[in-house]
């Protein structure tokens, strides 16, 4: 594994880097304007520079001075502005947002620094968002400073991370066009479906498995079944201990350096959904609800629609996407055969951070940070594929 180097900006919690510093990356810089996210970031990545100013006011020039590197010496670029703009289920999509042209930022970063490689993740809605228009100025803005450009939608589960999810990732290269090696084929088959534009510029740009792909994925049993029961609102001590063994190589990798379970703790859901989770079983939904107790907008909804709100994953199923408030309301986030939601750490396996990297801030915080994240696994997938290009080049 080589020991390259790179910076993280709009870094949030750190899902990105720590993929990427498992595929070799060693994180130099990250920014990231939320305090609380830039703590986090901090505390699993001690040797890192965080910056919490505001990047729009940071002068990449000074940051290169500071961090020692020439033009060109740095070998990646890595990030993504912030996706709520750009996102699919927003409920404006507009080019007057401002987060919409962060992404400038980022290439003001990529400009003065001339790395060899850039990484910019977002939400598989960056593709249409204005009919392409975003997408296309940002392949003609690397194209402008000498960079080869690219982009493709990877889902999630098809590396191992066990929860519905897709990420678009543009790949750039200085002075060489993009191979199709720079991202990952798929490792594992999952009952993914695509929600959303698949094609850019007449190309299908879905990563899917091929027909020899047989590894499943990953299930919630194995992303969660040997964590520490909780009743509705237990806190407990702050590092628990495991409830068992390690029964799969998935747990026995995200317990790899870690002295217990942190960020363990079960919020207390009310009496009205503590009710309603009476009646729902393993693999049902808010349908399952007696119609007297469901919320009065649902009362009205049809019950083809919303089927994963006050949802309980199959313990051999794999997990829904993972938000920013494990909410029963918006997903399917009670536990199995717990009555209670999803802890942090228990959102934080699903979307594959290590059992040793730790959630500071609320509780609310802690959820927000890791349903913003980057899936690690998938950050380590595009990492390890991007290492084996810029060996070569």
């Given at each position: 594994?080589?020991?390259?180097?790179?910076?993280?900006?709009?870094?949030?919690?750190?899902?990105?880097?720590?993929?990427?510093?498992?595929?070799?990356?060693?994180?130099?810089?990250?920014?990231?304007?939320?305090?609380?996210?830039?703590?986090t970031?901090?505390?699993?990545?001690l040797?890192?520079?965080?910056?919490?100013?505001?990047?729009?006011?940071?002068?990449p020039?000074?940051?290169?001075?500071?961090?020692?590197?020439?033009?060109?010496?740095?070998?990646?670029?890595?990030?993504?502005?912030?996706?709520?703009?750009?996102?699919?289920?927003?409920?404006?999509?507009?080019?007057?947002?401002?987060?919409?042209h962060?992404?400038?930022d980022?290439?003001?970063?990529?400009?003065?620094?001339?790395?060899?490689?850039?990484?910019?993740e977002n939400?598989?809605?960056?593709v249409?968002?204005?009919?392409?228009?975003?997408?296309?100025a940002?392949?003609?803005?690397?194209?402008a400073?000498?960079?080869?450009?690219?982009?493709?939608?990877?889902?999630?589960?098809?590396?191992?991370?066990?929860?519905?999810?897709?990420?678009?990732?543009?790949?750039?290269?200085?002075?060489?066009?993009?191979?199709?090696?720079?991202?990952?084929?798929?490792?594992?088959?999952?009952?993914?479906?695509?929600?959303?534009?698949?094609?850019?510029?007449?190309?299908?740009?879905?990563?899917?498995?091929?027909?020899?792909?047989?590894?499943?994925?990953?299930?919630?049993?194995?992303?969660?079944?040997?964590?520490?029961?909780l009743?509705?609102?237990?806190?407990?001590v702050?590092v628990?201990?495991?409830?068992?063994?390690?029964?799969?190589?998935?747990?026995?990798?995200?317990?790899?350096g870690s002295?217990?379970?942190?960020?363990?703790?079960?919020?207390?859901?009310?009496?009205?959904?503590?009710?309603?989770?009476?009646?729902?079983?393993?693999?049902?939904?808010?349908?399952?609800?007696?119609?007297?107790?469901?919320?009065?907008?649902?009362?009205?909804?049809?019950?083809?629609?919303?089927?994963?709100?006050?949802?309980?994953?199959?313990?051999?199923?794999?997990?829904?996407?993972?938000?920013?408030?494990?909410?029963?309301?918006?997903?399917?986030?009670?536990?199995?055969d717990?009555?209670?939601?999803?802890?942090?750490?228990?959102?934080?396996?699903?979307?594959?951070?290590?059992?040793?990297?730790v959630f500071?801030?609320?509780?609310?915080?802690?959820?927000?940070?890791?349903?913003?994240?980057?899936?690690?696994?998938?950050?380590?997938?595009?990492?390890?594929?991007?290492?084996?290009?810029?060996?070569?080049?």
């Amino acid at each position: 594994m080589g020991n390259f180097t790179s910076i993280d900006l709009f870094s949030g919690a750190g899902g990105l880097s720590a993929g990427l510093e498992n595929a070799g990356f060693h994180a130099l810089y990250a920014s990231e304007i939320v305090r609380r996210y830039a703590e986090t970031y901090q505390r699993n990545h001690l040797d890192t520079m965080v910056d919490v100013r505001d990047i729009r006011t940071v002068d990449p020039a000074i940051v290169r001075r500071q961090l020692t590197l020439a033009q060109g010496e740095l070998d990646l670029v890595a990030g993504g502005p912030p996706c709520q703009g750009f996102s699919i289920n927003a409920p404006v999509r507009s080019a007057k947002d401002p987060r919409n042209h962060l992404f400038r930022d980022f290439l003001r970063f990529v400009e003065e620094f001339e790395p060899r490689a850039v990484l910019i993740e977002n939400v598989p809605g960056l593709v249409s968002f204005e009919h392409g228009a975003t997408l296309h100025a940002i392949i003609d803005s690397l194209a402008a400073i000498g960079y080869g450009a690219d982009v493709r939608i990877l889902g999630a589960p098809y590396y191992g991370v066990p929860q519905m999810r897709w990420r678009t990732m543009v790949v750039g290269l200085r002075g060489s066009p993009v191979p199709p090696s720079a991202w990952p084929e798929p490792t594992r088959h999952a009952p993914l479906r695509a929600n959303f534009t698949t094609t850019f510029d007449g190309h299908v740009i879905v990563k899917t498995p091929s027909p020899e792909t047989s590894a499943p994925f990953i299930t919630l049993r194995e992303a969660i079944g040997d964590l520490p029961p909780l009743a509705n609102g237990e806190r407990g001590v702050n590092v628990k201990q495991y409830a068992m063994s390690a029964t799969c190589d998935y747990q026995r990798m995200l317990r790899r350096g870690s002295g217990g379970v942190y960020n363990h703790e079960a919020g207390r859901l009310s009496r009205i959904n503590l009710e309603r989770l009476s009646y729902i079983k393993q693999g049902g939904n808010w349908t399952d609800i007696p119609y007297d107790l469901l919320p009065r907008g649902m009362q009205k909804a049809r019950r083809t629609d919303h089927t994963k709100r006050y949802g309980r994953t199959s313990w051999d199923d794999i997990s829904c996407t993972i938000l920013t408030k494990c909410d029963p309301h918006w997903g399917a986030f009670f536990h199995p055969d717990q009555d209670r939601a999803y802890t942090v750490r228990e959102a934080a396996r699903i979307q594959s951070f290590p059992d040793h990297y730790v959630f500071v801030g609320s509780q609310a915080e802690q959820y927000a940070q890791v349903g913003n994240a980057v899936p690690p696994l998938l950050a380590r997938a595009m990492g390890m594929s991007l290492a084996d290009v810029l060996r070569r080049l």
